[in-house]
C-alpha cells in the first residue's frame, strides 16, 4: 500500500508539473501574439501628411548636396556638412513621427515645367551665377518670377512648403533668391502669414527653417500644400 501512495503521489506531480509547463507556454504565446499587435506601424509619405513633409524636406536636402557635389565652390563642404546634420534630425524627427526613417521625396516644384515670360535680359543667366550649386533650376527660377520679380509680386506659384530643419531664428533658403530677400509665406489653410529673410541656398523655391515654419503650419503638419509666397523686399 505505502509503494502504490508513492507511485500515486509521483504521477500526481508529474501531472501537474505537464499542466504548468502547458499553461506557462499558453501564457507565453499569449503574450508573444499581444506583443506583436501592439507593435507600431511605420507609416510612408503617402500615409500621412505629416510623413509626406518630413519626406520632401529630407529629399530637399539631399537635392541641395546634390547640386553642390557636382558643382562645388569653395563653401561647399561645409554647406554639405551642415545639410547632412539637418538630414540625420529630420531622420530622427520621421522615427519619432511613426515615418519611415530615410525615406525622401522631391519637392514638386521641382516637376513643374517653367510658364512662359519674358524675363529681362540676362536675367535668367544671372541667377544661375547666383545658384551655381542648382544652376539646373535657373529656367524653372525665371518662369515663375524668381530674383527678377517685383517686389510685391507672387512667386513659385504652385510650390508646396515645408521645413529646412535648420534651427536659428526665423528664415528661409531658397534656390531662386540671393540672400537678403525678403518673401512673404501664406498658409492658406489657417491664413498665417509669415515675413522672413532668405539667408542661404537650398534645393527648393523656398524652405522654411523650424521656426518660420512654427509660425504658420498647422498643427502636427509638416507640409503646407496651399501657400501664397509673396517677394517683399
Not at 508646396?160 to 501664406?186: D, I, M, R, Y
Amino acid at each position: 500500500m505505502s509503494r502504490r501512495r508513492t507511485v500515486s503521489a509521483k504521477k500526481k506531480l508529474a501531472l501537474l508539473v505537464s499542466a504548468a509547463t502547458v499553461a506557462g507556454g499558453g501564457a507565453f504565446v499569449m503574450a508573444s501574439t499581444s506583443n506583436a499587435s501592439q507593435a507600431p506601424t511605420v507609416k510612408s509619405a503617402a500615409d500621412s501628411t505629416v510623413c509626406q513633409g518630413l519626406a520632401t524636406a529630407l529629399g530637399n536636402n539631399e537635392r541641395f548636396i546634390e547640386g553642390q557635389r557636382a558643382n562645388p565652390d569653395a563653401q561647399s563642404e561645409a554647406r554639405i556638412a551642415n545639410r547632412e546634420a539637418v538630414i540625420a534630425q529630420i531622420k530622427v524627427q520621421q522615427e519619432a513621427s511613426g515615418c519611415a526613417a530615410g525615406e525622401s521625396a522631391q519637392d514638386s516644384q521641382a516637376a513643374q515645367p517653367a510658364a512662359p515670360s519674358a524675363p529681362a535680359a540676362g536675367a535668367e543667366e544671372a541667377g544661375g551665377a547666383e545658384d551655381a550649386g542648382n544652376a539646373g533650376d535657373a529656367g524653372n527660377a525665371a518662369g515663375n518670377g524668381g530674383g527678377a520679380a517685383a517686389s510685391g509680386q507672387q512667386v513659385c506659384n504652385g510650390s508646396t512648403v515645408t521645413l529646412s530643419g535648420e534651427g536659428g531664428a526665423p528664415a528661409a533658403s531658397s534656390n531662386q533668391f540671393p540672400a537678403g530677400t525678403k518673401l512673404k509665406v501664406t498658409n492658406l489653410d489657417n491664413n498665417k502669414s509669415t515675413t522672413v529673410e532668405v539667408t542661404s541656398v537650398s534645393g527648393s523655391c523656398v524652405l522654411l527653417n523650424n521656426a518660420a515654419f512654427e509660425q504658420v503650419r498647422e498643427a502636427g503638419k509638416f507640409l503646407i500644400r496651399r501657400a501664397v509666397i509673396e517677394k517683399v523686399g
